[in-house]
């Protein structure tokens, strides 16, 4: 399985980015998907994930200003965008149909999308 992300940018504070996420060789619906983000000299962090039916969850820091929703791809739509949001974002696929913040609840990864946010 290939993850590729996209729709990373430079976008100034306040502003909305759309990332998404597609799925190549031998994917399955049936597996939970999880947005994550790096910011240089930081941990990889949880951004939120969705489960194969839909359900949603977030990281405080983000909750309310950005939602993951699917169809055959996987999207981020970041709102209300913060100098802080500034990182490489990472899609993953998880080896379950319900996946949490864990890494290790994810097997397989994209190579990730720069967004950078201006004050």
């Known amino acids: 399985v290939q993850l590729q992300a996209s729709g990373g940018g430079l976008v100034q504070a306040g502003g909305s980015l759309r990332l998404t996420c597609v799925a190549s060789?031998?994917?399955?619906?049936?597996?939970?998907m999880g947005w994550f983000r790096q910011a240089p000299g930081k941990e990889r962090d949880f951004v939120g994930s969705?489960?194969?039916?839909g359900s949603t969850h977030y990281a405080d820091s983000v909750k309310g200003r950005f939602t993951i929703s699917r169809d055959n791809a996987v999207y981020l739509q970041m709102n209300s965008l913060k100098p802080e949001d500034t990182a490489v974002y990472y899609c993953?696929?998880?080896?379950?149909?319900?996946?949490?913040?864990?890494?290790?609840?994810?097997?397989?990864w994209g190579q990730g999308t720069q967004v950078t946010v201006s004050s």
């Open positions: 993953a696929s998880a080896y379950r149909p319900y996946a949490g913040w864990e890494l290790s609840d994810y097997r397989y």
């Open positions: 060789g031998r994917t399955s619906s049936n597996n939970a």
């Open positions: 969705i489960s194969w039916r």
